[in-house]
């Protein structure tokens, strides 16, 4: 008789002879940079010939469905459906890469060559998302292989769009809701809270970039004979940012400042502490004062400063700059007004003093906070499944401090979503020497096996 111990045995199996390494090798060759135009090609060839293939020996129909608003970025929707009577799962990855950043990788390194040295495995999309759906459809296998059937119904969702903002996804799940309906998203991105602890979480951050500008006149000037009479746009914009936070990064616009960290919420995250995560070491005195290392990532908002030019900084020259400029974003979670985002910091710096500054919304879409609450049935089940596999009991966390389209799946589709993280936060994640932890990914493989095993235990 088939157990769920049988194909927990199978899926490490898989892992020690190779099977792992071998398949996230080969994807990981396809050079799939969603924010080169050039590449384009390459996103259809990492569904058609790679994943396609794939979930077809799987029993899974496929059909590839063009991007609504963006030409050549293609979405992959597959289903494997036992019998509509049963619970559907809902699985989402995308295999679509940030930007390879090629020669920047240390020696011998390339982006789009797996390499494995001691426990790590390097490699452009390891992390972000490669190897966490590789180890989601590995762990499926081994249940079918197992069982002879999952035991419910499986839909998956790849997007090739992800890293340049998920364009078209929203727009495909409302024109398509039918072909994703669902009664949970169980998906896998972005990092555990550390590396050893298995982790859940029901939601993201949202985002919001914009741009500061000063634009206060035509070219540069002399610094000696102008200085002191004409203003700096440096040094106004350098002002209003000042204004926008403190000198420990502390949020000074009210309307930026969250209402949702709830006493309920400060509990589920004192059972998330960041420090020791890997990466590099946390600044302690940078952010809310108030709150600790954990609240101010997970249930507070952050504003960062992405990029600032004023001049030619790669050539300066003895001049007032004519112009200066900030690239900015605000990470937020649930309980912050998405609408009134920019709004607020245009009043913001009108009350300040500063008209001169001009905020631009970017063109890249953004993404809204969400959160799932913790104590949802999909959570508990997910829970005591992955804490059975590996004797550890998960961290859950109401929502990951980054940004994912998760909008997409908990307001348009409907559905409860519980994401399992396969990376950790020290992977440079859209960086060079992106890498996993092979030890992880043994034990994620297992979770996952897992997971799919408990949910078709029912009616196996």
């Not at 906070?369 to 005591?384: F, K």
């Amino acid at each position: 008789m088939t157990t769920r111990e049988t194909a927990l045995a199978a899926i490490d199996t898989y892992f020690q002879s190779g099977g792992f390494v071998a398949d996230l090798s080969r994807r990981v060759a396809f050079q799939t940079e969603s924010q080169e135009i050039g590449q384009r090609g390459e996103l259809v060839r990492y569904l058609t010939e790679e994943m396609i293939p794939v979930l077809k020996d799987l029993g899974f129909t496929t059909r590839i469905l063009p991007n609504p608003v963006m030409e050549g970025v293609p979405f992959l929707q597959a289903e494997r459906i036992e019998d509509p009577a049963l619970e559907t799962v809902l699985i989402y990855g995308h295999g679509d890469v940030i930007r390879a950043q090629t020669g920047k990788w240390r020696e011998g390194l390339a982006p789009f060559t797996g390499v494995v040295e001691g426990d790590r495995f390097y490699g452009r999309g390891v992390a972000d998302n490669k190897g966490q759906h590789t180890i989601n459809i590995a762990a499926l296998d081994k249940v079918i292989t197992t069982r002879g059937r999952l035991g419910f119904n499986v839909k998956i969702i790849l997007e090739m769009g992800e890293e340049a903002g998920s364009p078209g996804l929203s727009e495909l799940f409302a024109a398509h809701s039918e072909l994703f309906a669902a009664d949970v998203l169980i998906a896998s991105d972005g990092p555990r809270l550390t590396p050893e602890r298995p982790t859940l979480f029901m939601g993201s951050r949202g985002a919001v970039n914009f741009t500061l500008r000063v634009d206060l006149r035509d070219g540069a000037h002399h610094s000696g004979n102008w200085g002191g009479l004409l203003k700096d746009p440096g040094v106004v914009l350098s002002h209003a940012i000042a204004r926008i936070v403190d000198r420990r990064g502390q949020i000074q616009i009210p309307e930026w400042r969250p209402t949702s960290l709830t006493p309920e919420v400060k509990e589920a995250i004192a059972d998330c502490p960041v420090e020791g995560r890997g990466g590099p070491a946390i600044d302690t005195d940078w952010g809310e004062e108030s709150l600790t290392p954990a609240e101010r990532v997970f249930g507070w908002n952050n504003f960062a400063v992405l990029a600032q030019t004023s001049g030619v900084p790669e050539a300066p020259v003895n001049a007032i700059a004519p112009n200066a400029v900030a690239h900015c974003q605000l990470r937020y979670v649930v309980g912050t007004d998405r609408d009134d985002i920019l709004p607020a910091l245009r009043r913001h710096l009108d009350r300040e003093g500063f008209p001169e500054v001009t905020v631009v919304p970017s063109e890249q879409a953004d993404f809204i906070a969400t959160r799932l609450d913790p104590t949802h049935p999909w959570v508990g089940r997910v829970a005591a499944s992955i804490e059975k596999t590996t004797g550890k009991r998960p961290a859950l966390l109401p929502n990951l401090a980054g940004s994912i389209p998760n909008q997409a799946f908990s307001e348009i589709l409907g559905m409860p979503t519980v994401w399992v993280p396969h990376s950790y936060p020290g992977c440079s994640q859209h960086a060079p020497n992106e890498h996993i932890l092979l030890s992880q990914s043994r034990e994620a493989l297992a979770m996952m096996t897992g997971v799919f095993w408990d949910i078709g235990a029912s009616v196996a």
